[in-house]
């Protein structure tokens, strides 16, 4: 599943480049295709035995030491909050392992960064694909992740009609509207291609 997001990031580069030269200054593209790059070496070189856990540590960690700027810290974090979150499910990612992840992945960045939701930031749609992803645990994982994928891409759309107060954009303020925030496309794609994968393999 992780070797699959990292394959579609990197395809995704030329429209993340898009998206952050036109509010931002461009580089996220590259830096989550750098970023998936080290995360593929890494996880191909993860041995046998590893539990999720590992794998989502090994990718985060990938992320943060190859991709410079805030998005490999962001991004790395979002990933590296498996480590700790993943342990009560070791060896089987259910949709509970999925709400935590977020949950953890969102706060850590929340913390980290100072930003919030309605900042126009990869939070909006981070934080709304947690909460829905808190409320579907009892759901099994394709299902759950169909719908988080889904309102992913819903707080994607809807971050083209905010305003920047934080990130990538925040000295473009009115200037920022009607267009997403790169980000946001990232976490859209990284949740929707977990849900074409969950629901390839189920
Ligand atoms: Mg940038």
Redesign the pocket.
């Known amino acids: 599943m992780l070797l699959l997001v990292a394959q579609r990031i990197i395809e995704a580069e030329p429209e993340l480049s898009e998206a ?1 030269r036109r509010l ?5 593209g590259i ?1 989550m295709q750098r970023g998936m790059e080290a995360a593929i070496a890494k996880l191909n070189e993860t041995g046998d035995g590893a539990v999720i856990a590992d794998l989502f540590g090994a990718m985060g960690m990938a992320m943060m030491s190859s991709m410079g ?3 490999g810290v962001v991004f790395g974090s979002m990933f590296r909050a498996g480590t700790k979150a993943l342990k009560d499910s070791p060896t089987e990612f259910t949709s509970r392992s999925l709400a935590v992840l977020l949950e953890q992945g969102a706060e850590t960045i929340m913390k980290r960064g100072g930003a919030k939701p309605g900042d126009k930031t990869m939070l909006d749609a981070l934080v709304p694909a947690a909460e829905k992803a808190a409320e579907l645990v009892d759901l099994p994982l394709p299902q759950a992740l169909d719908q988080v994928a889904a309102t992913a891409e819903a707080g994607r759309d809807a971050s083209c009609n905010l305003i920047a107060t934080m990130g ?1 954009a925040k000295t473009l303020g009115e200037k920022s509207l009607g267009l997403p925030d ?1 980000g946001a496309c990232s976490v859209a794609i990284i949740l929707r291609t977990m849900a074409d994968f969950a629901n390839s393999a189920a």
């Open positions: 952050d931002g200054d461009g580089d996220h830096g700027g805030a998005s990538r790169a």
